[in-house]
């Protein structure tokens, strides 16, 4: 499985973006699939994951905010984020791993995707 992480860009303060991450690859619907984001300097932050039974997870900071959610059928995973704050602003990396014991253990994901710049400033 290979991943192409898209949907970045200039937002206001409160203002919402859809991040896409596309897969492809036939076992897809095996892995488990997260967002995560880095701001420069500071190491990579797990902030959500869906894993194969659609069981959502997500870290105190974006919860309520930011959903995930994932279509098997077409191979991609969303990243819904609302209320964004300037503090969002990040590179995000979507990655998939098959066995995820630890939702925010970076090397529980063996797949990267390249990373969107998401960037909220008014």
């Known amino acids: 499985v290979q991943l192409q992480a898209s949907g970045g860009g200039l937002v206001q303060p409160g203002g919402s973006l859809r991040l896409s991450c596309a897969a492809s690859?036939?076992?897809?619907?095996?892995?488990?699939l997260a967002w995560w984001r880095q701001v420069a300097g500071k190491e990579r932050e797990w902030i959500l994951s869906?894993?194969?039974?659609?069981?959502?997870y997500y870290a105190d900071s974006v919860k309520g905010r930011f959903t995930i959610s994932r279509d098997n059928a077409n191979e991609k995973v969303y990243l819904q984020m609302d209320s964004l704050k300037p503090e969002d602003t990040a590179m995000y990396y979507c990655g998939a791993g098959i066995v995820v014991l630890q939702n925010d253990l970076e090397s529980d994901y063996e797949l990267w995707g390249q990373g969107t710049l998401v960037t909220v400033s008014s």
């Open positions: 869906i894993n194969s039974a659609d069981t959502t």
């Open positions: 690859g036939a076992t897809f619907h095996y892995y488990t």
